[in-house]
C-alpha cells in the first residue's frame, strides 16, 4: 500500500505542479497584457504632444509667414498672401491629423496585442488546471489497472481503484 500512497502523492504533486505553472503562466501573460496597454496610452499621449508640437511649429511659420509678407509691401490678408496662409493652415492641420492618426494606429496594435495578452493569460491558467486533473486522474487509472491485475477488477474496467455504489449490470451496461 506504500506504493500506492506515494504515487498518489506524486499525482498530487504533479497536478499542483501544473496548476502553479498555469498560474504562473496566467500572471506573466496578464503582466504583458497591462505593458501593452501602458504602451498604447503612452501612444496616445506621445502623439498628442507631437500634434501640439507640430502646431506649435505651423504657427510659429505662419507668424513669420505675415511678417515677411507685411514687411515685403503685400497688402496682408488679400490675394496670393492670404491664399499663402491659407495653405499653411491646411497644412498645419494635415500634419496634426497625420500625427494623431499614427499615434491611434500604434495604440491599436498596442490594444489587440494586449487582448491576446490575455487570451493567452486564461488559456496558460486553464491548461495547467486541465493538466493537473489529467495527471490525477491518469495515477487513478494506474492505480485501478494495478488493482485490476492483482484480482480486483478487471484489466478492461479500470473501475477497481473507484468502488461503484451500482454495478454495471444493475445499470444495465453489460
Known sequence: MQGLDAGGASA???A????AGGFAGYRAARANA?????????????GAMASTASDNQYRAAIGNQVAAQGASGFQMGTGSALDALNQSRI??????MNINRQAGLRAQIYHAQASMDRQSATQALLSGILKGASGVINQKMDYANANAGMGFGSASNAAGALQPA???AALGLM
Open 34 to 46: 497591462a505593458y501593452a496597454d501602458a504602451n498604447a496610452q503612452s501612444a496616445l499621449v506621445d
Open 16 to 19: 499542483l505542479a501544473n496548476i
Open 12 to 14: 498530487g504533486m504533479g
Open 166 to 168: 451500482v454495478s454495471d
Open 91 to 96: 497644412n498645419e492641420a494635415a500634419a496634426a
